[in-house]
């Protein structure tokens, strides 16, 4: 009997099993129908006490829902079957759920949760060889928050990363998906061509796959497209097709962002009143989805539409909100990677060791990733050298460099007090303050730039309301050793300002001379300091083929390993007086290898980090 009724429960699992992998199958071409079978799933696996079909059912369940337009709901099924899959230890479950979830995350705009559970995927998915498309496609939607941070250089080489992966597992979906995405990279980099070439393959996967949502998408890629070449008639006819299929599928989210690009098309074409509809229909639709992203871009194209009225009142208004949330987007897309940091940390604080070792990796990732390095520099300044050193996984020194409004090359060297986990997070908090007051602010003078920043390290480490706190006092020594060079190249002059980073200017006929930098780390606390901080800025007049270095304090402070003496700062000075920088690429292989030399191999005392560039 008993054997009998273990057939039968072993039957209805199987049932339960089919039933799930018939929902996820159909997930694209028939979403209805995929939520349907999910409810049947659960329903089942309910009554026969099956856990693990309850939890493939949920998720499901949730992924109907995000396919739909719909991620509150999504989310709380998903968040219902990772809870079954821990509870269960079945760690596919976990890592695709990670995955699913963090997606929605990304719908919401809640982008501090989507990059800790696209960080938590990852740690599982890279685990398992046949989840490599799972594992690229979080690598790709990483990728996507890059590009949200205007970081292109390292959108494009998560989601080319990303295709590679798709194509050696013929993952035609995931392909679709990078290929759409980086045509928009390339749209967003004014680089048409290559824009078009992806596009146009991503179409052509699209249509291979027969799956019409993916279709429209690539289709309303194609008008923004045409759009941006100012070809806003042929942009038109684009969006109409791809308005007629997610009509016909029902899919409201693609129809939402169909109608706010026909918004913007419209104006371009002088039809303020067809405009004025798509937005009707926009926010129509918005209700049902909850399309968070595209929220912030709607106050830029109720400007445009207020100012074709004549009302520019309005317009100014809607121009100020624009730039409100745009501000505000991008405060969050910086901030969610230190959340990511500080989980990390945590982790290892309460002695998580295996778990937060596979983190630190991650977070060594997500530090690489962030932070720039050879690639950036050598783009803002062609002739020029990079090296890091770091001591542990994950380091306090960084660089960062890009240009100024004002057409200016800046190039910043910095070392965080401390080192490994520490010293990482405040130079991860630095690096985005930096990016926020350059780029976003359009501050580009070294001594305002270094009088901001520790303005802003202040606000953020000393709250108010944690004034007297036992942990803020711990780390009231703690702070920023920086140096900030802005060029101006036409102009023949250097700006330069610097917090115990010094600058070294190397003129061919006078050599190496070095400009002292301020002593008051940027970001340390000091109760005497009443009034606000301000560095200044000197100004160096500069010729061409002139070298600029800045190094952090590795390299002097190196012990060697036969008597645990350090280099020391007058043994970096006469290496520089004795190797001048004719060709850069050699003199950084002899310091390199004056340093290997002297340390005998003895482990490294403290990160190392120099740049140098070639006006």
Same mark, same amino acid.
């Given at each position: 009997?008993?054997?009998?009724?273990?057939?039968?429960?072993?039957?209805?699992?199987?049932?339960?099993?089919?039933?799930?992998?018939?929902?996820?199958?159909?997930?694209?071409?028939?979403?209805?129908?995929?939520?349907?079978?999910?409810?049947?799933?659960?329903?089942?696996?309910?009554?026969?006490?099956?856990?693990?079909?309850?939890?493939?059912?949920?998720?499901?369940?949730?992924?109907?829902?995000?396919?739909?337009?719909?991620?509150?709901?999504?989310?709380?099924?998903?968040?219902?079957?990772?809870?079954?899959?821990?509870?269960?230890?079945?760690?596919?479950?976990?890592?695709?759920?990670?995955?699913?979830?963090?997606?929605?995350?990304?719908?919401?705009?809640?982008?501090?949760?989507?990059?800790?559970?696209?960080?938590?995927?990852?740690?599982?998915?890279?685990?398992?060889?046949?989840?490599?498309?799972?594992?690229?496609? &979080? #690598?790709?939607? %990483? =990728?996507? *928050?890059?590009? +949200? /941070?205007?970081? !292109?250089?390292? $959108?494009?080489? @998560?989601?080319?990363?990303?295709?590679?992966?798709?194509?050696?597992?013929?993952?035609?979906?995931?392909?679709?998906? &990078? #290929?759409?995405? %980086? =045509?928009? *990279?390339?749209? +967003? /980099?004014?680089? !048409?061509?290559? $824009?078009?070439? @992806?596009?146009?393959?991503?179409?052509?996967?699209?249509?291979?796959?027969?799956?019409?949502?993916?279709?429209?998408?690539? #289709?309303?890629?194609?008008?923004? *497209?045409?759009?941006?070449?100012?070809?806003?008639?042929? $942009?038109?006819?684009?969006?109409?097709?791809?308005?007629?299929?997610?009509?016909?599928?029902?899919?409201?989210?693609?129809?939402?962002?169909?109608?706010?690009?026909?918004?913007?098309?419209?104006?371009?074409?002088?039809?303020?009143?067809? $405009?004025?509809?798509?937005?009707?229909?926009?926010?129509?639709?918005?209700?049902?989805?909850?399309?968070?992203?595209?929220?912030?871009?709607?106050?830029?194209?109720?400007?445009?539409?207020?100012?074709?009225?004549?009302?520019?009142?309005?317009?100014?208004?809607?121009?100020?909100?624009?730039?409100?949330?745009?501000?505000?987007?991008?405060?969050?897309?910086?901030?969610?990677?230190?959340?990511?940091?500080?989980?990390?940390?945590?982790?290892?604080?309460?002695?998580?060791?295996?778990?937060?070792?596979?983190?630190?990796?991650?977070?060594?990732?997500?530090?690489?990733?962030?932070?720039?390095?050879?690639?950036?520099?050598?783009?803002?300044?062609?002739?020029?050298?990079?090296?890091?050193?770091?001591?542990?996984?994950?380091?306090?020194?960084?660089?960062?460099?890009?240009?100024?409004?004002?057409?200016?090359?800046?190039?910043?060297?910095?070392?965080?007090?401390?080192?490994?986990?520490?010293a990482a997070m405040l130079s991860t908090i630095a690096h985005t303050l930096l990016y926020e007051i350059i780029t976003m602010r359009g501050v580009t003078d070294p001594g305002k730039i270094l009088s901001q920043l520790h303005k802003s390290l202040l606000d953020l480490l000393y709250p108010p309301a944690k004034a007297t706190s036992a942990e803020l006092e711990a780390i009231q020594s703690e702070g920023l050793q920086i140096g900030i060079c802005t060029v101006y190249a036409a102009a023949g002059e250097v700006h330069y300002a610097g917090a115990k980073i010094p600058l070294w200017v190397y003129n061919p006929l006078l050599g190496w001379e070095q400009l002292t930098p301020d002593k008051r780390l940027v970001g340390q606390k000091i109760e005497s300091e009443k009034s606000p901080r301000l560095y200044t800025s000197t100004i160096i007049p500069v010729e061409k083929r002139w070298t600029l270095l800045f190094m952090t304090d590795g390299w002097e402070r190196q012990v060697r390993a036969s008597d645990g003496k350090r280099y020391g700062g007058s043994a970096v000075r006469d290496f520089l007086a004795k190797h001048p920088p004719q060709d850069l690429s050699d003199w950084l292989l002899t310091l390199q290898q004056e340093f290997d030399q002297w340390r005998e191999g003895?482990?490294?005392?403290?990160?190392?980090?120099?740049?140098?560039?070639?006006?």
């Amino acid at each position: 009997m008993s054997e009998i009724l273990s057939a039968d429960i072993q039957r209805q699992r199987e049932a339960v099993d089919e039933l799930n992998q018939r929902a996820y199958e159909e997930r694209y071409n028939n979403t209805a129908l995929t939520l349907q079978l999910g409810l049947r799933a659960l329903e089942k696996a309910k009554a026969i006490r099956y856990p693990l079909g309850q939890a493939w059912a949920l998720r499901n369940i949730g992924i109907a829902y995000a396919i739909s337009g719909r991620p509150d709901a999504a989310q709380a099924y998903m968040q219902e079957a990772i809870a079954l899959f821990e509870r269960l230890e079945e760690l596919r479950g976990i890592g695709l759920s990670y995955a699913n979830l963090a997606t929605i995350y990304q719908q919401l705009a809640k982008l501090d949760k989507a990059i800790e559970f696209y960080s938590r995927a990852i740690r599982y998915l890279q685990l398992i060889p046949d989840l490599a498309p799972f594992y690229a496609q &979080s #690598l790709a939607n %990483l =990728g996507s *928050l890059f590009a +949200e /941070l205007e970081q !292109y250089d390292l $959108a494009l080489d @998560y989601h080319q990363r990303a295709l590679e992966i798709h194509k050696q597992n013929n993952n035609l979906r995931g392909m679709f998906f &990078s #290929l759409l995405t %980086l =045509g928009a *990279l390339y749209i +967003e /980099l004014k680089d !048409y061509a290559k $824009a078009e070439r @992806y596009l146009t393959e991503s179409l052509d996967t699209a249509t291979e796959l027969g799956e019409e949502d993916l279709v429209a998408r690539a #289709l309303l890629a194609q008008s923004q *497209l045409l759009h941006a070449q100012g070809l806003s008639e042929e $942009a038109m006819a684009k969006l109409k097709q791809a308005e007629q299929i997610s009509t016909a599928i029902q899919n409201a989210s693609i129809l939402a962002n169909v109608y706010l690009n026909m918004a913007d098309v419209q104006l371009a074409l002088g039809l303020v009143e067809k $405009a004025e509809e798509n937005i009707a229909q926009y926010e129509s639709l918005s209700k049902q989805v909850k399309e968070g992203m595209n929220e912030y871009f709607l106050p830029q194209i109720l400007a445009k539409i207020a100012e074709a009225k004549g009302d520019y009142e309005a317009a100014y208004k809607h121009y100020k909100n624009y730039t409100a949330r745009y501000t505000a987007m991008h405060r969050t897309a910086t901030r969610n990677m230190l959340a990511s940091v500080d989980r990390i940390i945590r982790e290892e604080i309460l002695g998580m060791k295996k778990e937060a070792q596979a983190d630190l990796v991650v977070a060594s990732r997500i530090q690489e990733a962030l932070l720039h390095g050879r690639a950036e520099l050598q783009q803002v300044f062609p002739e020029s050298v990079y090296w890091s050193a770091p001591r542990s996984l994950v380091s306090g020194d960084f660089l960062w460099t890009g240009k100024g409004k004002d057409g200016s090359q800046i190039f910043i060297v910095a070392d965080a007090s401390g080192a490994g986990v520490s010293a990482a997070m405040l130079s991860t908090i630095a690096h985005t303050l930096l990016y926020e007051i350059i780029t976003m602010r359009g501050v580009t003078d070294p001594g305002k730039i270094l009088s901001q920043l520790h303005k802003s390290l202040l606000d953020l480490l000393y709250p108010p309301a944690k004034a007297t706190s036992a942990e803020l006092e711990a780390i009231q020594s703690e702070g920023l050793q920086i140096g900030i060079c802005t060029v101006y190249a036409a102009a023949g002059e250097v700006h330069y300002a610097g917090a115990k980073i010094p600058l070294w200017v190397y003129n061919p006929l006078l050599g190496w001379e070095q400009l002292t930098p301020d002593k008051r780390l940027v970001g340390q606390k000091i109760e005497s300091e009443k009034s606000p901080r301000l560095y200044t800025s000197t100004i160096i007049p500069v010729e061409k083929r002139w070298t600029l270095l800045f190094m952090t304090d590795g390299w002097e402070r190196q012990v060697r390993a036969s008597d645990g003496k350090r280099y020391g700062g007058s043994a970096v000075r006469d290496f520089l007086a004795k190797h001048p920088p004719q060709d850069l690429s050699d003199w950084l292989l002899t310091l390199q290898q004056e340093f290997d030399q002297w340390r005998e191999g003895a482990a490294l005392t403290d990160d190392v980090l120099l740049a140098a560039v070639r006006i």
